[in-house]
């Protein structure tokens, strides 16, 4: 696997602490902004405030308009316990109108907790539809903090100003939908492969405007700063190189900052800290503990927020592993995983589903585009190992058994995996070890339409992108029915979906340097749509 200081960066970033100590500990300070129109929270004793299970700031069906907002209305708030991944919902009079809560927030004495709070907000729902994966999360029971805390007169802080900023987003968001579309000189969403394209681009608008990340200067190379840019775990160096290379989302100063990104790799990890063989994960626990210790330590955001306004990133296997680590990272932070298996633990209100993309050369040249369905003589095709439970049982059923679906577990001599891609109408995508597969996003690089086979997965984008106008989810017990399933997709709706292929493939595309609507872009509109979620108070 190379790494991304051979193989694409254009330059070495492994400087050191210098700006970021100076604001250490750096306190925010009480600045009065005269005019500011408040966003502040009213009575809110509980820390963590949640509002709402379904939470993405577009709908097809919700009235936006009574959706957010309201928490504080009153003051009658019903404090709930708290926890980000709880059904557990803070009841919440849904007919308050936001301009209830602004006018509330507009009054000055705003009693807070010693911490600064997070409130989890009510955008909207269905965007992102978890109602199906809701339940399979067990609720946590444990409080953060003590529920009841000292009232204190408040002022405005940069964190303030910084929230209305985002309040100003999420109310242009929510006007999107009753908007003409935007015009925009690369590209105008359109379609039904999105929920809800003129929120989403509105949103991703927003996003250009003002969204900042602020990425932690600690640490050093191989396992900081730094990361695999080819192989299947080759996201995880292309995020990092681009946001650390980024002028127009990367601040330097964490005041300015909505997101703080942990710029470990967990394929870095595996590969210079874990031991090989040893079946030991304590090496790879403890290197992200201190790095916790250290920013936690040095730096007041961690703890303001306990984690909710930072982001890691893992395309390898042990992600979800790796943020155990740490109690409040697996609770309370956006985990950007393409392990995305619900069964443990991903949340998709809260984390990103980082999509897979095996990059073999570093670059995506000369693996994308394909012929259309007349040239295109397979019904189906797969070629893989027999990892995990999904794919023994399709290569049980298919391997070899039938002329129209390529099923191999080793394709024969001579045969190219990238031209039968290419010459397939319908590219299988079984889970293997992890549910994420590379297959998809090669689906979608070669105009197959990906057939998702797999249990648990949230596929990437599953907040604006609607999946089913575009590929075919086919449930592992109806693995014996799969060419009937394929067959009775008629010709015409076929065409119509390779064609939504073709049209949402930029937002696979890896580029560098990143392009706008770019698999990058997405990314980072994915980690922005969690943090319009909710919303941070000051402890001032
Ligand atoms: C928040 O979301 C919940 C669950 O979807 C819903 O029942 C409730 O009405 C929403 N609250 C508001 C204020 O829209
Ligand atoms: C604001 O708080 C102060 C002291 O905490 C209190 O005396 C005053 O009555 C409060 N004002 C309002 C409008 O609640
Ligand atoms: C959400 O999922 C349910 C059940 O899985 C489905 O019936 C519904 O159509 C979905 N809604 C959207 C907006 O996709
Ligand atoms: C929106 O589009 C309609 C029809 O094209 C046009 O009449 C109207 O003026 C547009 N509204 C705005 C605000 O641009
Ligand atoms: C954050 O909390 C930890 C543990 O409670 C503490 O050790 C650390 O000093 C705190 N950090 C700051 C900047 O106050
Ligand atoms: C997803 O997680 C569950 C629970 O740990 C596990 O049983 C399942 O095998 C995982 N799926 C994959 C494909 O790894």
């Not at 005019?35 to 939470?55: C, K, M, Y």
């Not at 155990?324 to 998709?348: H, Q, W």
């Not at 809260?350 to 993309?357: A, C, G, L, R, T």
């Not at 709706?493 to 049209?503: C, E, K, S």
């Amino acid at each position: 696997m190379g790494n991304c200081k051979r193989n694409c960066c254009a330059r070495w970033w492994g400087s050191k602490t210098t700006s970021s100590t100076k604001l250490l500990l750096f306190m925010v300070p009480l600045i009065v902004v005269a005019g500011l129109v408040s966003v502040l929270g009213t009575s809110n004793t509980s820390n963590w405030v949640f509002i709402a299970n379904r939470p993405f700031p577009w709908s097809s069906s919700v009235d936006l308009s009574s959706s957010m907002e309201v928490s504080d209305s009153s003051g009658k708030q019903r404090e709930g316990v708290v926890d980000i991944r709880s059904r557990a919902v803070v009841a919440v009079d849904a007919h308050d109108k936001e301009e209830k809560a602004i006018s509330d927030d507009t009054l000055l004495n705003h009693s807070l907790s010693p911490i600064q709070t997070v409130q989890q907000l009510n955008i909207s729902e269905d965007t992102l539809n978890v109602s199906k994966i809701w339940p399979t999360i067990a609720p946590m029971n444990e409080p953060f903090l003590p529920l009841t805390t000292p009232r204190r007169e408040r002022k405005f802080s940069i964190l303030d100003r910084t929230e209305a900023g985002l309040l100003q987003a999420r109310a242009a968001i929510r006007e999107a939908k009753n908007e003409n579309e935007t015009a925009d000189p690369d590209y105008v969403p359109v379609g039904p492969m999105y929920w809800n394209p003129k929120a989403f681009h509105r949103s991703y608008l927003e996003m250009e405007k003002q969204f900042k990340v602020f990425v932690y200067e600690e640490g050093e190379p191989p396992v900081y700063h730094n990361g695999p840019c080819k192989s299947i775990y080759a996201m995880e160096g292309n995020f990092m190189h681009a946001i650390e290379m980024n002028n127009q989302f990367r601040t330097k100063d964490p005041e300015k900052a909505h997101v703080f990104f942990l710029p470990f790799s967990v394929a870095m990890m595996v590969q210079f800290v874990y031991v090989r063989d040893s079946h030991d994960f304590s090496p790879i626990r403890k290197t992200v503990t201190d790095y916790i210790d250290l920013i936690s330590g040095r730096y007041p955001y961690w703890n303001r927020s306990l984690g909710a306004d930072h982001f890691m990133l893992a395309c390898h296997d042990w992600g979800p592993e790796t943020s155990f680590s740490v109690p409040n990272l697996y609770k309370n932070s956006i985990r950007v995983l393409c392990n995305a298996n619900t069964s443990e633990g991903f949340n998709p209100a809260k984390d990103v589903s980082f999509p897979e993309i095996n990059l073999q050369t570093g670059r995506i040249h000369g693996f994308v585009g394909g012929p259309s369905a007349s040239k295109r003589p397979f019904l189906a095709f797969f070629a893989g190992g027999v990892h995990g439970p999904i794919r023994p049982v399709l290569l049980e059923h298919w391997e070899n058994k039938d002329e129209d679906m390529k099923v191999h577990q080793y394709l024969p001599k001579g045969v190219s995996y990238y031209e039968m891609l290419r010459k397939s109408k319908f590219c299988l995508c079984p889970s293997g070890y992890e549910v994420a597969s590379p297959r998809l996003v090669e689906a979608i690089y070669t105009g197959c339409v990906p057939v998702l086979i797999s249990e648990h997965y949230v596929p990437p984008f599953s907040d604006v992108l609607n999946w089913k106008a575009f590929s075919v989810e086919v449930s592992v017990k109806d693995i014996p029915n799969l060419k009937k399933i394929l067959m009775s997709i008629s010709p015409r709706q076929f065409i119509r979906m390779q064609r939504r292929v073709g049209l949402i493939r930029r937002h696979f595309e890896v580029h560098s340097p990143p392009q706008r609507f770019d698999v990058f872009h997405m990314i980072l509109h994915s980690v922005w749509l969690r943090r319009l979620n909710f919303r941070l108070h000051d402890d001032q």
